[in-house]
Structures are given as C-alpha cells and as structure tokens.
Nanobody, 115 residues
C-alpha cells in the first residue's frame, strides 16, 4: 500500500506561482513513476506532467514552459512547480504513483487562480 499526501495548493492571482508537493509513504517510492493530474469543475481528470523513476519528464502542451515536475527520492516527494498561472489552471491537483502492483492516488489539493 502506498499513501500519497498532496500539499501546497491555494489561491493565487493570475501570473503567480505555486509549488505543489506530494509526499509518499514507503521505501518503494524511488521505483514509482509519478504524475500530476488535475480536475476542473465539470471536467474529466487530465494529465499534467509525469516523471519516471529515472527522472525523465513529460508535460502536456498546455503546461510546457510553465510547469516543472521533479522528485526527491531521499524525501519520498514529488513536486510540481507552477509559474505563470492562469484562471484556466484552476482545478484540484492530484498526485499519482504507478508501480507494478498498481496505481495510487492522493486526495488532491485545490489550486484557484483568480484576481
């Protein structure tokens, strides 16, 4: 069993920045492919960014150049640094871990971008 706890969400003005954190339990974190997803009201959950166990990253087009995903295996934590936030980035952001035994989700953290 892997438990994921997100933090760092909040209210920010357009053009602002936030850093989300996802702390994972267990020693197997370093083997997990990690990802950040988001779900806006009335919309389906969508992928934002992923990072493999080896550190290779991938981003969806609408966050390229603005968001950065990284991981600290010593702290069992994956981060999402978000710059130049826009109102359309408003959503609940979820952390995901993929392992051979299954996939796991955190409870989500709300990000609201508004003036």
């Amino acid at each position: 069993q892997v438990q994921l706890v997100e933090s760092g969400g909040g209210l920010v003005q357009p053009g602002g920045a936030l850093r989300l954190s996802c702390a994972a339990s267990g020693r197997i974190f370093r083997f997990a492919a990690m990802g950040w997803y988001r779900q806006a009201p009335g919309k389906q959950r969508e992928l934002v960014a992923t990072i493999t166990s080896g550190g290779r990253t991938n981003y969806v087009d609408f966050v390229k150049g603005r968001f950065t995903i990284c991981r600290d295996n010593a702290k069992n934590t994956v981060y999402l640094k978000m710059n130049s936030l826009q109102p359309e980035d408003t959503a609940v952001y979820y952390c995901n871990a993929k392992l051979t035994m299954g996939a796991y989700w955190g409870q989500g953290t709300q990000v609201t971008v508004s003036a």
